[in-house]
């Protein structure tokens, strides 16, 4: 059964760090992974896709990896910002053959300080 | 350009009463259509999805329904509200069938059981 886990569940840090988030995953079969960012009492918006096949994906100053062969992918934030801050999840299908339902990290809570 | 509403944003609503939560999407066609509720503390709790007009799917036993009177229309209901059933409700698409599994979200409704 798939299970996804983000380390750490906060993070606090100064602006203009580089940071890195981190999201593991139980079954290493995965068919793509997805990074979303929560703002309080917001929807979730979607950051990246990463597919399976796939090593790295970067979206300005966001930068996801893939490692399915350790069941990891972490979450680069360059140059980081207050407007950075928000809940970030990372989400997997729960198996190959059923690629339409996530399974969910509960998520990192990230504060950029000014 | 696809959008995703929701509504009511906000709902305080007694033990007991009845509930229905709209979710419509725009600029697609035979969507995937998701109901999720996010408690506090608590990870994102996929309750309801739909591949298409009224199939539905229930993940969750509950005290809650979801139908699909239309192609990209997707209600929640109650008939008679819990105080568990407290959270925040978020709506979500992705690509019908063949398309792509990434998953858009609506605003969300934090609804309140009192």
């Known amino acids: 059964k798939q299970e996804v886990t983000q380390i750490p569940a906060a993070l606090s840090v100064p602006e203009g760090e580089n940071l890195v988030l981190n999201c593991s995953f139980t079954d290493s079969a995965i068919y793509n992974l997805q990074w979303f960012r929560q703002d309080p009492g917001k929807g979730l918006t979607s950051l990246l896709l990463?597919?399976?096949s796939q090593r790295e994906q970067t979206s300005g100053r966001l930068n996801a990896s893939l490692d399915k062969s350790s069941g990891r992918s972490t979450l680069y934030i360059a140059a980081s910002q207050p407007g950075d801050s928000a809940t970030y999840l990372c989400?997997?299908?729960?198996?190959?053959?059923?690629?339409?339902?996530?399974?969910w990290g509960l998520g990192t809570s990230l504060a950029v300080n000014p | 350009s696809q959008t995703i509403h929701q509504w009511p944003a906000t709902l305080v609503q007694p033990v007991g009463s009845p509930l229905s939560l709209e979710c419509t999407v725009e600029?697609?066609?035979?969507?995937?259509l998701y109901w999720y509720r996010q408690a506090a503390g608590r990870g994102l709790q996929l309750l309801f999805y739909?591949?298409?007009?009224?199939?539905i799917s229930s993940e969750v036993p509950q005290n809650l329904s979801a139908s699909r009177p239309q192609d990209r229309q997707f209600i929640l209901s109650s008939k008679k509200l819990l105080l568990s059933d407290s959270g925040f409700y978020l709506c979500?698409?992705?690509?019908?069938?063949?398309?792509?599994?990434?998953?858009?979200f609506g605003p969300g409704t934090r609804l309140t059981v009192l």
């Open positions: 990463i597919q399976s």
């Open positions: 600029g697609t066609s035979n969507p995937n």
């Open positions: 739909s591949v298409g007009i009224g199939q």
């Open positions: 989400a997997v299908p729960p198996n190959a053959g059923n690629n339409r339902k996530l399974i």
């Open positions: 979500a698409w992705s690509e019908g069938t063949s398309g792509s599994n990434e998953q858009f």
